[in-house]
């Protein structure tokens, strides 16, 4: 059964921290592994990762996977109160097109 | 805007009612989906349909059923609810090749 575990659930820093969210997983035929992010409504997108050692960065946030190890991290520097939400990890397995989701980090950014 | 669109947004239904959560569209995406998302369990698979007049189950179906007539509309149906059901309801759709899924605003789905 695939399955994503992230930590910590929960984590509470102040502002201009730096922060290191983590994502593992078991899947059949790995594809892709996906974060979003999730304020009030709807995830929102934020990177999907296919290769390891391969860093995607948009602004602060910075992701990357390790395939061997089976794990992801999702990187947020210089924190801001806005970056708080609840960070989902999900893998998607090849020709499944459905994604399994971990537990989700709730990140609260404290000012 | 083009994008995802859920309704309603929030509802208070009676257990033992039928229930039709509505999920339109407007990307000409092929896929679509249905989560439900719990505290302390992330988002769950419910049904999906990789394109129109096709769907398929998936980790939770069981009190769900899902229809597929065209691309842009995927209704969720709950035949007769029960309080375990409540929860938040999320659509999403996706095109076939490797792209992101998107998200719509959720459905606040409350059973008494």
């Known amino acids: 059964e695939d399955k994503v575990v992230q930590s910590p659930l929960s984590l509470v820093v102040h502002e201009g921290d730096t922060v290191t969210l983590n994502c593992s997983y078991e899947?059949?035929?790995?594809?892709?592994l996906l974060w979003y992010k999730q304020e009030k409504k709807a995830p929102t997108f934020l990177f999907m990762l296919t290769s390891s050692g391969i860093e995607k960065k948009s602004g602060r946030l910075s992701s990357i996977l390790d395939k061997k190890e089976l794990f992801s991290i999702l990187n947020i520097t210089a924190t801001q109160t806005g970056d708080s939400a609840i960070y989902l990890c999900a893998v998607e397995a090849q020709g499944a097109q459905k994604l399994v989701f971990g537990q989700g980090t709730r990140l609260t950014i404290n000012p | 805007i083009a994008g995802i669109t859920q309704a309603p947004t929030s509802q208070i239904l009676a257990a033992g009612r039928r229930m039709t959560l509505r999920c339109t569209q407007d990307m000409r995406h092929n896929a679509m989906y249905w989560y439900r998302q719990d505290l302390g369990l992330g988002l769950r698979l419910i049904h999906y349909s990789n394109t129109a007049g096709t769907t398929g189950k998936g980790e939770v179906p069981d009190g769900y059923s899902v229809s597929r007539a065209n691309t842009d509309d995927f209704p969720l149906t709950l035949a007769s609810a029960v309080p375990s059901q409540t929860s938040v309801y999320f659509c999403?759709?996706?095109?076939?090749?490797?792209?992101?899924?998107?998200f719509g605003d959720g459905t606040r789905l409350s059973i008494l």
């Open positions: 999403a759709s996706s095109t076939q090749e490797n792209q992101p899924q998107h």
């Open positions: 899947v059949t035929n790995f594809r892709s």
